[in-house]
């Protein structure tokens, strides 16, 4: 599980070289938005040649394609294979695309990031989470709340029905959940705001589109100091208890929490927070 | 002999012979707006004096004037503390008919008022001085803030000229003394109001500087620098005064109130004399009109001189009792020395101000810079000019980790348990080399045309024809 995905134009050397400085848990280079259409074929040699010279350790990496329905789909598909890269993010997914793409990896061991960017592909939801290989959902608010003809606002009460749905898919189906980028680079007091809101709806992580946000969102999406010591005494007093229920400070444990508690530390140690 | 106020230049040169006084200075805290340089030098040009020495604090891209005194064949030597623009390389492509000194902020000081900087003739703008001569910076149509880099020059001059456009009947406690002062020269502008602040005083929102500066003030802050009492520097680059952005929070964290920032005054600094986070600023230079505002107003926004901010054997000197200072580097080597006085191609674009200064001073010396500027790693084998020496610098932040001076024992082993990621500044240059290679040295060509002077009077660097 990683807190933040920050993406990273594949057609800008200076960020790629960059690309593991930003302490980001996982990057996302991108072959789709921020690279415009005559320049494709650059980012794509050069996020080639790039990552065959360089390995990144305790990083994940993943490429976001260009959508099933473009020219360019099969291109950045095929050319990165056999690349050492996590998987792909997939923009404008829907059962099918997500199908296709899955055929394409074979057994090259790539999983998948669908973004749920429509209407149509929130009520589509469900079954998308259940595809195989899906290492998680990311929302796409701003094409979403496009479609929607809404305003994206700081209160984000646009795109509640939305995260609410796509965290609790997830996390039935035990993958990643990956909250929309917070949009203004410079606001890292709202940014903070807005993760926290989408934490609490269940959401695992939060992508960045700007390399400052992430020290913000691995702040959030990481167990607090008061929810590690909580873990450790859960986990402590479960080793001692025979019952499989047990109270402590007047609240009942049971399995659950403990098991709960038990990925909290499992958490805190893979961040060095403990 | 008293004051005595004039309305022209050629007014001027009636009362003293142009021809005679050849070692003339100017200071720089006009900065791109300053009209007096100029103003003063296309007398000179006119006239076709010749055989001059310049002495002007700085030389800023808007000194063109100089660029054509050059050009006739006017000028012979160049003593200064910072220079770039076009100035800077034309000197760097065809040298002087003599020679381009280099000094220090606290150096040039020390050297008028200990005569070895010989001067004739110093013109100083001013922009608000009474009819006795006293002046202060920091009022009037064209201010500036403090006159710091001045006041050496009021002093020790043979002749002390003041040129204002703002002359008033009083000044109370003026930066500049009238009792010194031999002529007031009225025009009707001195500068540039828009000109003369900075336009490089913004704090970085750089990702790579952003990260630079969050490891600087964790280094900082693990080093146990910040506390009670603590004095600071930080100059006004973009990742330095991030950095003392961040300090500024672990100091509200901790409830730790510094006893003074010193040297270049911003915005930031100001902000966080009113927020009660510092008690004093010591101003050798205001970088934007927010600190100007402050220096005139807030009585422990304090304007010093040159002299008292940075000269050796000044008793007064500040910086001698400065904890931490932030730097700049254009290139560093492997031995820490520093360069922030010509490029990696020997193009002359900046100097010293009071990077040597402060940093023989500090107790903590931090230089920060990328790793990788424009494909080219910043640690060298050896810098193409030395502007700082190693033996005073301390550390090196980058994005990609810190370097200790080996020579700090003491700074190694207190970061021994640290998370921070601490490397040998040969390893932190290998994993530079490991995306660009590693460049080719630039062969420099056999021609000197100038040499850095060190504020202890030792030349520890000769500058190269381009």
């Given at each position: 599980?990683s807190?933040s ?7 800008n050397?200076n ?5 593991d400085?930003?302490n980001?848990d996982?990057?996302i280079?991108d072959f789709?938005d921020?690279?415009?259409s ?8 050069l996020?080639?040649?790039f990552l065959?010279?360089?390995?990144f350790?305790?990083l ?11 020219n360019?789909?099969?291109?950045d ?6 690349l050492?890269i996590?998987?792909?993010v997939?923009?404008k997914?829907?059962?099918?695309s997500?199908?296709?793409?899955n055929?394409l ?12 960017e429509?209407?149509?592909a929130l009520?589509?939801?469900?079954e998308i989470?259940?595809?195989?290989n899906?290492h998680?959902i990311?929302?796409?608010a701003?094409?979403?709340?496009k479609e929607?003809?809404v305003p994206?606002t700081l209160?984000?009460s646009e ?6 749905i ?6 039935a189906f035990?993958?990643?959940s990956?909250?929309t980028?917070?949009?203004n680079?410079?606001?890292?007091s709202?940014l903070r705001?807005d ?5 609490q709806?269940?959401?695992t992580?939060?992508?960045s589109?700007?390399p ?9 999406f990481?167990p607090?100091?008061s929810?590690?010591e909580?873990a450790?005494r859960?986990v402590?007093?479960?080793k001692?208890?025979?019952k499989?229920?047990?109270?402590l ?7 659950p929490i ?7 530390i499992e ?8 | 002999m008293?004051?005595?106020?004039l309305?022209n ?5 009636e ?10 200075s100017?200071h720089?805290h006009l900065?791109?707006?300053?009209f007096?340089l100029?103003?003063v030098?296309k007398?000179?040009l006119?006239m076709?004096v010749?055989?001059l020495?310049?002495?002007p604090?700085s ?10 005194l050059i050009?006739?064949d006017?000028?012979n030597?160049?003593?200064?503390n ?6 800077a390389e034309?000197i760097?492509?065809?040298g ?6 280099m000094?220090?902020?606290g150096g040039?000081a ?5 005569g ?9 703008a001013?922009p608000y001085?009474d009819?006795?001569?006293?002046a ?21 001059a043979k002749?002390?000229?003041l040129i204002t ?6 000044v109370?406690?003026?930066e ?7 002529y007031?020269?009225?025009v ?5 109001s828009?000109?003369?602040?900075s ?7 750089n990702?790579v500087?952003?990260k630079i500066?969050r ?7 693990e080093?146990?620098y ?6 600071f520097?930080?100059g006004a680059?973009g ?6 952005e ?7 964290k901790?409830?730790v109130i ?5 040297g ?7 902000d ?7 008690e004093?600023l010591?101003d050798v230079q ?7 505002r ?5 009585k422990n926004h304090i304007?010093i001189s ?6 050796p054997?000044?008793e ?6 400065l ?5 700049g580097a ?6 820490f020395?520093?360069?922030v006085?010509?490029s990696?191609h020997?193009?002359?674009?900046g100097?010293?101000?009071?990077h040597?200064d402060?940093?023989t001073e500090?107790k ?5 810079s ?14 193409m000019?030395?502007?700082?020496l190693g033996k005073?610098v301390?550390?090196l932040v980058?994005?990609?980790?810190i370097a200790?001076?080996?020579?700090r024992?003491?700074?190694i082993?207190?970061?021994?348990n640290s998370?921070?990621?601490?490397y ?6 290998n994993i530079a080399h490991n995306?660009?290679g ?9 021609k000197i045309i ?9 030349i520890?660097?000769y500058?190269?024809?381009?």
């Amino acid at each position: 599980m990683s807190r933040s995905y920050l993406f990273i134009p594949g057609n800008n050397p200076n960020m790629l070289q960059n690309l593991d400085v930003f302490n980001a848990d996982a990057v996302i280079i991108d072959f789709e938005d921020s690279v415009i259409s005559y320049d494709k074929d650059c980012a794509r040699d050069l996020v080639e040649n790039f990552l065959k010279k360089y390995n990144f350790e305790n990083l994940e990496i993943y490429i976001r394609i260009n959508d099933f329905e473009s020219n360019d789909f099969l291109k950045d598909v095929q050319s990165t294979l056999d690349l050492n890269i996590n998987g792909y993010v997939l923009p404008k997914a829907m059962p099918e695309s997500i199908d296709d793409l899955n055929k394409l990896i074979g057994t090259k061991g790539k999983t998948i990031i669908p973004i749920i960017e429509s209407p149509l592909a929130l009520l589509f939801v469900r079954e998308i989470a259940s595809k195989d290989n899906l290492h998680g959902i990311l929302l796409g608010a701003e094409d979403f709340t496009k479609e929607l003809n809404v305003p994206r606002t700081l209160e984000a009460s646009e795109i509640f029905y939305a995260r609410s749905i796509i965290s609790i898919a997830c996390n039935a189906f035990n993958i990643d959940s990956i909250d929309t980028p917070f949009t203004n680079t410079d606001d890292i007091s709202n940014l903070r705001v807005d993760s926290l809101k989408a934490k609490q709806l269940g959401f695992t992580s939060k992508s960045s589109i700007h390399p400052n946000h992430v020290e913000t969102i691995n702040q959030v999406f990481a167990p607090s100091k008061s929810e590690i010591e909580n873990a450790l005494r859960i986990v402590t007093k479960a080793k001692t208890e025979l019952k499989g229920a047990f109270s402590l400070d007047g609240k009942m444990v049971d399995l659950p929490i403990i098991k709960k508690a038990e990925k909290t530390i499992e958490t805190a140690k893979k961040y060095n927070l403990l | 002999m008293s004051t005595k106020i004039l309305y022209n230049l050629e007014s001027l040169y009636e009362e003293i012979d142009i021809f005679e006084h050849k070692n003339i200075s100017f200071h720089h805290h006009l900065r791109n707006g300053d009209f007096v340089l100029n103003m003063v030098l296309k007398k000179y040009l006119e006239m076709d004096v010749k055989e001059l020495n310049l002495f002007p604090s700085s030389i800023f891209p808007t000194y063109t004037t100089i660029l054509d005194l050059i050009k006739n064949d006017q000028i012979n030597n160049i003593t200064t503390n910072y220079l770039n623009g076009p100035v800077a390389e034309y000197i760097s492509k065809n040298g002087l008919i003599g020679k381009l000194k280099m000094q220090t902020h606290g150096g040039r000081a020390r050297s008028i008022i200990e005569g070895n900087n010989n001067i004739d003739i110093a013109y100083i703008a001013a922009p608000y001085v009474d009819k006795l001569g006293n002046a202060v910076g920091y009022k009037g149509k064209n201010a500036c803030g403090s006159l710091g880099y001045a006041i050496a020059d009021s002093k020790y001059a043979k002749i002390k000229i003041l040129i204002t456009d703002t002359l008033v009947e009083e000044v109370d406690n003026p930066e500049i003394d009238g009792a010194n002062i031999d002529y007031i020269i009225v025009v009707d502008s001195i500068g540039d109001s828009n000109g003369i602040v900075s336009g490089t005083t913004q704090v970085t929102k750089n990702p790579v500087g952003v990260k630079i500066a969050r490891y600087t003030s964790e280094l900082i802050n693990e080093l146990g620098y910040i506390k009670n009492g603590f004095s600071f520097q930080s100059g006004a680059g973009g990742v330095s005064l991030k950095a003392t952005e961040y300090i500024g929070e672990i100091m509200r964290k901790n409830n730790v109130i510094a006893s003074f920032f010193s040297g270049g005054i911003t915005k930031y600094h100001v902000d966080m004399l009113e927020e009660g986070l510092v008690e004093k600023l010591y101003d050798v230079q205001c970088f934007d009109l927010d600190a100007v505002r402050s220096i005139s107003k807030n009585k422990n926004h304090i304007p010093i001189s040159a002299s008292i901010y940075a000269n050796p054997n000044d008793e007064k000197m500040v910086i001698k009792d400065l904890d931490c200072v932030i730097l700049g580097a254009a290139e560093i080597d492997y031995d820490f020395n520093v360069n922030v006085t010509s490029s990696s191609h020997q193009m002359l674009m900046g100097g010293s101000g009071g990077h040597s200064d402060t940093a023989t001073e500090a107790k903590l010396t931090i230089i920060v810079s990328p790793l990788i500027k424009a494909r080219i790693p910043v640690i060298k084998d050896r810098v193409m000019t030395i502007t700082t020496l190693g033996k005073n610098v301390d550390c090196l932040v980058t994005e990609r980790g810190i370097a200790i001076n080996e020579n700090r024992k003491d700074l190694i082993e207190k970061l021994k348990n640290s998370k921070l990621k601490i490397y040998t500044i040969k390893e932190l240059a290998n994993i530079a080399h490991n995306y660009t290679g590693i460049p080719k040295q630039l062969k420099k060509e056999s021609k000197i045309i100038g040499m850095v002077e060190d504020r202890t009077y030792d030349i520890i660097d000769y500058i190269y024809k381009a």
